[in-house]
């Protein structure tokens, strides 16, 4: 059965799976390197396709005006020996040749502009007008004298042969005579230069997204070399070579962090692993013990046949073996279940003096016995589970009474703190701990070598469940001792 946090790992897990498709990351970077690049080509595209439209456009909506000014201008300004009436010294701007007027320095260099010029009377009747005009007035290209705007307006024609006009009329008075000037501007040329350019850009984002995939991918692939690397290095760690680190010198700086990471979680696995074969092997040598008592004590009575008493005193020299593996099976589920993230224990608010009283009165015969002191002072109150409380006190009561000689002292200190905090300390006049084997004292089963000696019947699991118990609690022990001197164990209790 999975626990709630494991099933949410789990289900985050799959999500991220599922996030790219299934696929490589590799290939969804050289999706999204595809994808994005053909975007920006598309825009680029539409952008230079709109603005050299709007040029072509400006230029030739300048030009056609420019003409009509310019044929309008020369009409009102006739030549000194023209005579009233006649145009035809207008001749050279009425054939239909290319364009002078335009800008060698432009785009429009690549093509030429075609003017076809109508000059009419009032009458709709034509004066003089460019070679092919006519063709152009059956087209339907020129509007009617009725529709034709004087204020410049431009009308464009587009026809089914691909060939598009544009067309602008302009109006010319000389003394009592009036006459309209209509010019038509072919715009075939830049149809068929935009057309190019369209199929060309069109031949720029198939070209450029096919590169973009080829080069994405490969891109992609570098890029992904040191994970792959980093992989490698990966699966070369087993359980016989936790020692192994990635280092995070040399990795590109992405994954520096994912080293750094990895190397701590290594790190905790290592010290885990170590911490769990210790423990295999204190659990099979404390557990051996009693067995072996147990077992010899069975075969020396079931050597030969014996009395009622006999056995009776096999059987009742035997409840003490019963008794530690009992004491040990029990400290060790208390910390299977502590460990449980979702262990909590039963708080309510009691006050502290009382507890740690009733504690000392329960081993106050003990310490007659062994000629101990016990001594209690100060005052606090404490929300948290009471039972664990008392647990937890009477395991560091227990071990200050078996290392503290004759004559000795043991002292409860409580204190509380403005913020709420309470701190218990538990100091005795015992024999102490070596500084060196002080960070271990937490460790299950860790017991020093005059530990085994002055109490054989110890498991080593004592401070293991206080600091559990404090870990409920959300709380810290920790330990203070001088050899010869004696020992403090602090416990902290943090606001609640």
Known sequence: MYSKNETEIAVQSRHHRGYWGGLSIAACLTVLYALCTFIILVFSSVGLFWLLSSNLNREDADSLSDKVRSICSQLSHPPAKAKAGEVTWLTDEFRNTPSEKNNPNNISEQYHRFFYIRLLNPQGKVVIETPGADALWKLGVYPS??????????????????????????????????????????????????????????????????????????????????????????????????QRRIAADGWPSELTSLALTFDEMMDHLEESFGRITRFSSDLAHELRTPLNSLRGEAEVALSRDRTKEEYRRVIESSLGDYERLSNVIGSLLFLARAENTDTVGVFSTFNVRTEADAVLQFYEALADEKGVTLYCEGDATLNADPDLYRRALSNLI????????????????????ANGSVSVDISDTGSGIESDHLPKVFERFYRTDKARTLNPDGSGLGLAIVKSIMDIHGGRVSIQSEPGVGTTASLYFLSS
């Open 145 to 242: 004298l009725a529709t034709s705007n004087p204020d410049g307006e431009v009308f464009k024609r587009q026809y089914e042969d691909g060939r598009s006009y544009w067309v602008q009329t302009g109006i010319v008075e000389l003394g009592k005579t009036i006459l309209v000037v209509q010019v038509a501007l072919d715009r075939s040329d830049e149809d068929r230069l935009l057309a190019e350019y369209r199929r060309m850009l069109l031949g720029v984002q198939g070209i450029g997204l096919i590169l973009s995939i080829f080069l994405g991918y490969g891109i992609a692939r570098k890029g992904m070399r040191p994970l792959t690397e980093m992989t490698k290095v990966l699966k070369q760690v087993r359980a016989p070579h936790l």
């Open 398 to 417: 227990s071990n200050a009474l078996q290392y503290t000689p004759i004559g000795g002292k043991i002292t409860i200190a409580i204190k509380q703190s």
